[in-house]
C-alpha cells in the first residue's frame, strides 16, 4: 500500500491502515522521541500520544512536504509540550556572548549512534532539547526561543553549554576507548 493509500484509508477510520501507519512510522519517530526525552517509556507514551494526535488531524496534512516531515513535526510537538510540564529551562542562565568559548566541537566518527543517544541522554534536558532543536532538526535560535518561551541568548548560551559538555563526555567517552 502506497503511503498516499495509506493516509486515505486512515483517514476513512480505517483501524488496519491506522495500525500499518503507526508500524511504518514508529520506529523513526520512538527515535526522535527518545533525543528529547531521557525515560524510554516517557518518549514511548509521547510517541503515542503523538499518533494520536496524527490520527486524529490528519485532515490537516496538504500533502505539502514529506508526509514523515509532517509527523516529525508532531513529535517534536509532543515532546517539547511534555519537557515543557517539567520545565527543564527553570535553570537556565545567559551565558555572556563577549566571553570567547574556543573552537567549536567537532563530531567524533568513532562513536557509533547508540554512543551519541547515550551521550545526549546525559546532557540536562534543557541542553538537550535546545542541542536537538539546533544541531539535529536545524532550527534557528528565533524559532527555538518561541518554541520553548525561553530568550534567544538562553537558547544560544543553553547550545554553547550542551556542546561544551558533549565535547567533554565525547572526550571522556574516546579515553575509555584507547
Given amino acids: 500500500m502506497t503511503e498516499l493509500d495509506l493516509i486515505a484509508a486512515c483517514k476513512r477510520q480505517d483501524r488496519r491502515a491506522q495500525k500499518m501507519l503507526y508500524e511504518r512510522h514508529a ?4 527515535g526522535v522521541c527518545r533525543r528529547y526525552i531521557h525515560d524510554t517509556s516517557e518518549a514511548e507514551e509521547v510517541m503515542v500520544e503523538g499518533f ?8 490537516m496534512y496538504n500533502f505539502e512536504g514529506s508526509f514523515e516531515g509532517w509527523v516529525r513535526r508532531i513529535m517534536i ?36 549512534s ?8 546525559e546532557l540536562p534536558p534543557g541542553y538537550r532539547t535546545v542541542f536537538n532543536l539546533y544541531v539535529v532538526e536545524g532550527y534557528k ?22 556542546k561544551s559538555r558533549m565535547e567533554e563526555l565525547v572526550k571522556k567517552r574516546l579515553g575509555r576507548l584507547s
Fill in 27 to 30: 520506529p523513526v519517530m520512538l
Fill in 52 to 59: 494520536f494526535k496524527v490520527l486524529t488531524k490528519l485532515e
Fill in 77 to 112: 510537538n509532543e515532546c517539547l509540550m511534555h519537557l515543557r510540564k517539567g520545565n527543564p529551562f527553570k535553570h537556565a542562565e545567559e551565558i555572556n556572548p563577549n566571553i570567547d568559548h574556543g573552537e567549536e566541537p567537532t563530531i567524533v566518527e568513532r562513536l557509533e
Fill in 114 to 121: 547508540e554512543e551519541i543517544l547515550g551521550l545526549l541522554d
Fill in 141 to 162: 535560535h528565533r524559532e527555538i526561543a518561541e518554541e520553548l518561551g525561553i530568550s534567544i541568548n538562553t537558547s544560544k548560551s543553553q547550545l554553547i553549554l550542551a
